[in-house]
């Protein structure tokens, strides 16, 4: 190791990357006090919780700028300087990424990364055209509540079908969910985090959970 080098964290053997959601438009800098930050601390609780003890590192990421802004992608390169970081600091690890709305679409985008091998996009924003070749080899969960009033449903089972011909996809229903995930909030936590125990090949503390973010026979699974 040369002078001045910082040594890699040989000990984790992983990573869950979680991030928030943000704006169709905007180049205002994000807050740690914005609801769609917020929302995302008890989700990367549930997981650290879930994950205690496995070696894993679960870190949350805050994006420079609130929105996506068009062709830009604001977030896109954000979260790719992010995952350069990540491999700088724990080498070739697995890296899982937990993203909301605005945010689990840039997690789409970047999916790409050599370092990343799944993605979970929660209540995400997954508009018509969103491209889906970058996700082959990924393990890849889709989950939407059906009292969704703010991103698509629709779009995004539309996205599924054309995730599945490049990779395996599981697709999960939350019953009454809305777009905050506070209606059944609890089971919006357990999906983020039996599916990051099973990205990551640990054993499942909820079978029939696990078995939902991880099915992929070509229907969505209720919950």
Known sequence: MTSGQIPLRVSTKGVVLVAHGGQTSSTSPTSPLQPAVLRMIPVAGAIRLALRGSGVAIQ?????VRGW???LASPVGDLSGALDAVVAEFGSVPVVLVWYSMGARAAVRAAGHPAVTAVAGLAPWLPPGEPAGQLAGRRVLLAHGSAESITSPAETWAFLERA????EVSAVEVRD???A???RARLWHAIAAEFARAALALPSRDSALAVAVTATSGSRTVL
């Open 60 to 64: 949350r990421h805050r994006f420079r």
């Open 164 to 167: 599945r011909a490049v990779t």
């Open 69 to 71: 802004n068009g062709a």
């Open 177 to 179: 969910g809305d777009h």
């Open 181 to 183: 995930m506070l209606r």
